[in-house]
């Protein structure tokens, strides 16, 4: 009877524990549900919200880019896309194949698309094709019942009206690499087929131009599948850019070059404001927007006359009979020589063991420094440079802007070169010689500038030795006056102004035939020929070569610098026209041509 109440209340206790237990349970369940269901309700409500809405950026539209007179440069077209949903296809390469009916498709598109599907989600439209023409787009439309998951986007796409003309100034905007996304962290790059800004003006201001993306909320199904638009923010457009460039002197500097190789640049004096900026031969800015061909490419790597380098900026070369300016002024300055001195040019002199040759085989007789720079004498500044000494040439020419980069609103700058002593012994391991004074003296030796540079040295010469820097952002009244001015005598810059106006607008000046007048405006300038090959004593016995009888790539550089008008200077030009042959044959004239029609355009407004 004991035993078997025993066991009774040994039964009677286990119950109590396991219902104790499951009560405990109930007890942490309940507390959990409340947990989850009151204290966590609101995330656990987003997180559902978030499963539920797909939230997609969009593409602002790109900042224009306008001329100084709101001629648009870089802007934006309609750009109609065949675009491909992967998940709402049977077979991509089925629905390939029925596009590839309507809309050609090379062997690299296709790769590219493919690729593209495999990189983003499956919902996420892919392009296929974009700047659709209009009967390509019709005969789509007509197709798309039987082509599941391939849908028409109509977008913007970025155009350049004036192509090849404007390519090293303003660069294009192409697809986002690896590279630019480790670089920038902004969300945009990683939206299928966003542009970025490759080169010049639309790289250097990419961020303005840019805009800030908006955002498209849309309610999706378990699979990802849109069902409808929730909310849609547009975002910020991209700034609209304005330059100090003139559309119509952009043009006409272009198509002064015709098939030569080379650069111009046309600045504003007083405010160093560029109005044209050119390199030849260029590239079409438009070619490389949706992915440049490799046959285009190809061409453009092996063209010897090298279009896809910005030579304004990046072409350097030996200035020539331009750089004399500089051998002048420091020559006034050291009191080697005053505006009356006068130097005898026999057509060649003696340093040493070398001869050195004047361009003029006969000689030109007594000059001084104003006749020097007319009649371009290199006896004149080998004499002169000798005595003036290589340290003080190089640093006059630093504080007109030679061998310094401009910081101008562009990558890829080159800073020239403005050789002295201490360069040649850390560079060449050598002391300076005598012989490549003289030489520096008439811009040839070591001494390399651009035609940016060139430009910036010859405004500051004009403009009575303000120092202006370029730029392509339109320049304040406040700016202007805070401008300083090089420590230089005043009256040494008239006198080298004087031998400048005299090359073109005096008889024997060796830019005389670039002369004009028009309504009593004329141009100064200095011609400059540089040579890019050493030419031997037999060869001058035997006379030098004409241009036209050797290799294009052996043939000499043609220079020029000018200003206009005459009285009270406003633009400026340097011109480089590689291997062209004579600065004064070819450099000059579409330096003479580029400058008047800066005067034509300004008398037209006066009118």
């Known amino acids: 009877m004991n035993r078997d109440s025993d066991k009774g209340k040994m039964l009677m206790n286990r119950t109590l524990i396991w219902v104790a237990v499951q009560m405990f349970l109930l007890f942490l369940i309940i507390i959990r549900l409340y947990y989850l269901q009151v204290y966590q309700a609101d995330k656990f409500s987003n997180m559902a919200d978030e499963n539920r809405i797909s939230t997609r950026l969009l ?99 970025r155009y350049y009206p004036y192509g090849e003309k404007t390519a090293h100034l303003l660069g294009y905007v192409a697809a986002v690499s690896e590279k630019d996304l480790q670089r920038d962290s902004d969300p945009l790059l990683e939206v299928p087929g966003f542009k970025i800004g490759k080169d010049g003006i639309e790289r250097q201001f990419e961020k303005q131009l840019r805009g800030k993306s908006g955002s498209l909320q849309l309610e999706v199904n378990a699979l990802g599948r849109v069902m409808k638009e929730i909310d849609r923010n547009e975002g910020q457009p991209g700034e609209k850019l304005q330059l100090t460039i003139d559309a119509r002197l952009q043009q006409k500097a272009f198509d002064l070059y015709g098939e030569e190789s080379g650069a111009a640049v046309l600045m504003n004096v007083n405010t160093g404001e560029v109005l044209a900026f050119v390199s030849t031969p260029s590239y079409d800015s438009n070619d490389f927007v949706n992915g440049v061909s490799s046959k285009i490419y190809s061409g453009l790597l092996n063209n010897e006359k090298t279009p896809l380098l910005n030579k304004a900026i990046a072409g350097q070369y030996a200035p020539g009979s331009t750089f004399k300016m500089i051998v002048a002024l420091a020559a006034l300055e050291e009191g080697i020589i005053t505006k009356d001195t006068k130097v005898y040019c026999s057509g060649r002199m003696q340093i040493g063991n070398h001869y050195f040759h004047c361009w003029k085989r006969a000689g030109h007789g007594d000059l001084n420094v104003v006749e020097a720079l007319q009649h371009s004498c290199d006896i004149f500044f080998y004499e002169v440079a000798k005595e003036v000494g290589i340290e003080k040439i190089a640093a006059m020419a630093r504080r007109f802007g030679l061998g310094e980069l401009t910081e101008i609103e562009l990558a890829g700058e080159k800073r020239g070169l403005i050789p002295d002593k201490k360069w040649k012994m850390e560079t060449r391991g050598e002391p300076w010689q005598i012989g490549e004074t003289a030489i520096a003296g008439i811009g040839q030796s070591y001494v390399m500038s651009t035609p940016l540079q060139l430009a910036v040295m010859t405004s500051r010469i004009a403009n009575g030795g303000k120092m202006v820097k370029p730029t392509f952002i339109p320049v304040t009244a406040e700016k202007i006056s805070s401008v300083k001015y090089i420590p230089v005598n005043k009256a040494y810059l008239d006198f080298v102004k004087e031998g400048m106006c005299a090359v073109v607008n005096s008889q024997g000046g060796t830019a005389r035939g670039a002369f004009f007048d028009f309504h009593g405006q004329k141009m100064c300038g200095k011609t400059g020929t540089s040579q890019v090959r050493r030419i031997t004593l037999k060869e001058r016995e035997k006379g030098v070569l004409k241009s036209q009888e050797i290799p294009w790539r052996y043939r000499e550089h043609a220079l020029f610098v000018g200003y206009a008008p005459q009285d009270n200077p406003k633009y400026a030009v340097a011109v480089a026209v590689e291997h062209g042959g004579s600065g004064s044959a070819v450099a000059a004239p579409i330096g003479s041509k580029l400058l008047l029609e800066a005067l034509k355009i300004d008398y037209e407004k006066g009118k």
Do not use: C
């Open 59 to 157: 593409i602002p539209p790109r900042g224009e880019i306008f001329d100084r007179n709101g001629e648009i440069l870089a802007g934006n077209e309609q750009n109609f896309q065949a675009m491909i949903v992967a998940e709402q296809t049977a077979s991509i390469d089925d629905t390939l194949a029925k596009v590839k009916k309507i809309l050609p498709l090379t062997e690299a598109e296709e790769k590219r698309i493919k690729e593209d599907l495999k990189k983003y989600r499956r919902f996420v439209p892919i392009k296929i094709k974009d700047r659709l023409g209009w009967e390509e787009m019709s005969k789509l439309l007509l197709a798309l019942p039987d082509i599941p998951g391939v849908i028409i986007d109509d977008g913007l796409n």
